[in-house]
């Protein structure tokens, strides 16, 4: 039921949260990759176990809404995230029918379905986490070396994964890669322990439950960093100047 929620993430995914990186799924062999998927969700359905609360395999738009709130984000971006649901119902749908979903449903076993062009390859056709990929995409693009994207390294991402005649999948990575800033920066950089954890779903758990302590999470990048480094520093990038 849309709305329900629960104290913590599922047990596939708690192992992460607590910090037990050794048996994190990675791409293994096509028939240990077929058995995997019938015993334990993909690393893509990780991701967004944590928007499905009541672990019924279902996320409802209000389900959507009421994470980006746990995260941090405000109404008006809550709101616009319901743009998710809208463009990736109807490919994870299709496992089920040919009929569009009426409440724009996301059928969490399906979300492979819903995997756009020129995005990162990071996950693989299955929704399985490649971590070599994601090494390599770190080693080509983090120019400074100090282990985190700057503004410029993930333009330079993006840029260099635009497909051909593919507007819409350049649009998704640029909201995915947008949020990802806004969520994760931290002087300058989405690091990449932080970025891994986004990816295998397990950094939404973290933030909301640094957020329920009261502290608050201490990354990101929001309306209030951006008037203010304006207001002192003339400029939006306020940690150049702390250099």
């Given at each position: 039921?849309?709305?329900?929620?629960?104290?913590s993430?599922?047990p596939?995914?708690?192992?992460?949260?607590?910090?037990?990186?050794?048996?994190r799924?990675?791409?293994?062999?096509?028939e240990?990759?077929?058995?995997?998927?019938?015993?334990?969700?993909s690393?893509?359905?990780?991701?967004?176990?944590?928007?499905?609360?009541?672990?019924?395999?279902i996320?409802?738009?209000?389900d959507?809404?009421?994470?980006?709130?746990?995260?941090?984000?405000?109404?008006?971006?809550?709101?616009?995230s319901?743009?998710?649901?809208?463009?990736?119902?109807?490919?994870?749908?299709?496992?089920?029918?040919?009929i569009?979903?009426?409440y724009?449903?996301?059928?969490?076993?399906?979300?492979?379905?819903?995997?756009?062009g020129?995005?990162s390859?990071?996950?693989?056709?299955?929704?399985?986490f490649?971590?070599?990929r994601?090494d390599?995409m770190?080693?080509?693009?983090?120019s400074?070396?100090?282990?985190?994207?700057?503004?410029?390294d993930l333009w330079?991402?993006?840029s260099?994964?635009?497909?051909?005649?593919?507007?819409?999948?350049?649009?998704?990575?640029?909201m995915?890669?947008?949020?990802?800033?806004?969520l994760?920066?931290?002087?300058?950089?989405?690091?990449?322990?932080?970025?891994?954890?986004?990816?295998?779903?397990?950094?939404?758990?973290?933030?909301?439950e640094?957020?329920?302590?009261?502290?608050?999470?201490?990354?990101?990048?929001?309306?209030?960093?951006?008037?203010?480094?304006?207001?002192?520093?003339?400029?939006?990038?306020?940690?150049?100047?702390a250099?």
């Amino acid at each position: 039921m849309a709305g329900t929620t629960t104290t913590s993430p599922p047990p596939q995914v708690r192992k992460y949260v607590n910090g037990d990186t050794k048996s994190r799924p990675t791409l293994a062999s096509r028939e240990a990759r077929k058995s995997s998927l019938k015993n334990t969700p993909s690393t893509l359905q990780q991701h967004i176990a944590f928007f499905d609360r009541d672990n019924d395999g279902i996320i409802w738009p209000m389900d959507v809404y009421n994470g980006f709130r746990e995260l941090g984000f405000g109404i008006i971006f809550s709101l616009g995230s319901l743009l998710i649901p809208i463009f990736f119902s109807y490919p994870t749908r299709l496992g089920h029918s040919w009929i569009p979903d009426p409440y724009l449903r996301i059928y969490v076993n399906d979300i492979h379905k819903a995997k756009h062009g020129s995005d990162s390859g990071v996950y693989d056709f299955d929704g399985n986490f490649s971590p070599d990929r994601f090494d390599r995409m770190f080693a080509r693009f983090d120019s400074s070396g100090t282990g985190g994207l700057s503004v410029d390294d993930l333009w330079a991402l993006l840029s260099k994964d635009r497909c051909a005649a593919d507007p819409a999948g350049w649009s998704f990575a640029f909201m995915e890669f947008w949020t990802t800033w806004l969520l994760l920066q931290k002087d300058g950089r989405v690091w990449k322990d932080d970025l891994r954890a986004c990816y295998e779903g397990t950094l939404f758990w973290k933030i909301s439950e640094e957020n329920a302590k009261g502290d608050g999470w201490r990354k990101g990048y929001g309306v209030r960093d951006f008037v203010q480094s304006l207001w002192r520093h003339g400029t939006w990038k306020y940690w150049e100047n702390a250099k």
